[in-house]
């Protein structure tokens, strides 16, 4: 059974938002690198890391400095299906909302532009 347009547009705003959520959780971990990066010298360490340099003892030693782990690092094929995804739910949201009526576009809040 279809749903009304309102629980259309609710689905379609919460799956958009679901989507949202993860590009802001992938972008929490390049901030991160990007602040361990502008160090002088840069201090952090992948660690499950296939093949790749050793890290210096200065680094190995250290208590306090980030350390990634390379197997839960998102690839960009990963970052690119975030990026996929949150477009298109907003397309979908968008459609639903244009979908309702003027009243129940008045109760509410519109999807992102």
């Not at 208590?63 to 996929?84: L, S």
Request: aromatic share 8%.
């Amino acid at each position: 059974m279809a749903l009304d347009p309102l629980h259309a547009y609710s689905d379609a705003k919460q799956e958009y938002d679901r989507w949202m959520d993860e590009a802001r959780d992938l972008s929490k971990h390049y901030q991160e690198l990007s602040r361990a990066l502008r160090k002088e010298p840069p201090m952090m360490m992948f660690e499950n890391l296939a093949a790749g340099p050793g890290f210096p003892n200065e680094i190995t030693t250290k208590k306090r400095i980030p350390h990634y782990d390379a197997t839960r690092w998102p690839t960009a094929a990963q970052v690119a299906e975030v990026v996929v995804n949150c477009v298109n739910a907003r397309g979908r949201a968008r459609a639903a909302y244009d979908a309702l009526s003027e009243a129940e576009q008045q109760t509410v809040a519109p999807p992102p532009k």
